[in-house]
């Protein structure tokens, strides 16, 4: 979890240099009067919705792998003629339909979790 972290700090580009000790991250920051509160809120709004967009990105380009897999695995009866192209054609239109509706609840879903985040 201190990874995962120290990643998403490190990958939004918040101008924070990590220190970490063992299973504990530390990030010092320079307090400067009323300046510091404002970003302090952009810092701690950014990190929650980092971490959920990696992970919701990741999810995508899985799915995106299956759907690539399985359009290659037509092609490849179609090629060894054990189906007839129309059959070929309605495989990839399903395959590409399911990975849309998948695709949409992962952006749901994450759009959700970003809002419950934004909360605390």
Same mark, same amino acid.
């Given at each position: 979890? #201190?990874?995962?972290?120290?990643?998403?700090?490190?990958?939004?580009?918040?101008?924070?240099?990590? %220190?970490? /000790? @063992?299973?504990?991250?530390?990030?010092?920051? /320079?307090?400067?009067?009323a300046?510091?509160? #404002?970003? /302090? @809120?952009? %810092?701690?709004?950014?990190?929650?919705?980092?971490? %959920?967009?990696?992970?919701? #990105? #990741?999810?995508? %380009?899985?799915?995106? $792998?299956?759907?690539?897999? @399985?359009?290659?695995?037509?092609k490849?009866?179609?090629? $060894?003629?054990?189906?007839?192209?129309?059959? &070929?054609?309605?495989?990839?239109?399903?395959? /590409?339909?399911l990975?849309?509706?998948?695709?949409? &609840?992962?952006?749901e879903?994450?759009?959700?979790?970003?809002?419950?985040?934004?909360?605390?």
């Open positions: 979890m #201190e990874e995962m972290l120290a990643m998403g700090i490190t990958d939004a580009h918040m101008d924070i240099n990590l %220190v970490g /000790q @063992g299973c504990v991250v530390i990030a010092p920051v /320079q307090v400067e009067g300046g510091f509160y #404002e970003w /302090q @809120g952009r %810092v701690w709004k950014r990190i929650p919705e980092t971490i %959920v967009r990696k992970y919701a #990105e #990741e999810a995508k %380009v899985a799915m995106r $792998n299956i759907r690539r897999d @399985g359009m290659d695995y037509v490849k009866l179609k090629k $060894n003629s054990e189906i007839t192209e129309d059959d &070929q054609k309605k495989a990839e239109k399903d395959l /590409q339909d990975l849309d509706k998948f695709i949409k &609840q992962v952006d879903a994450t759009a959700a979790k970003e809002k419950e985040l934004m909360a605390i």
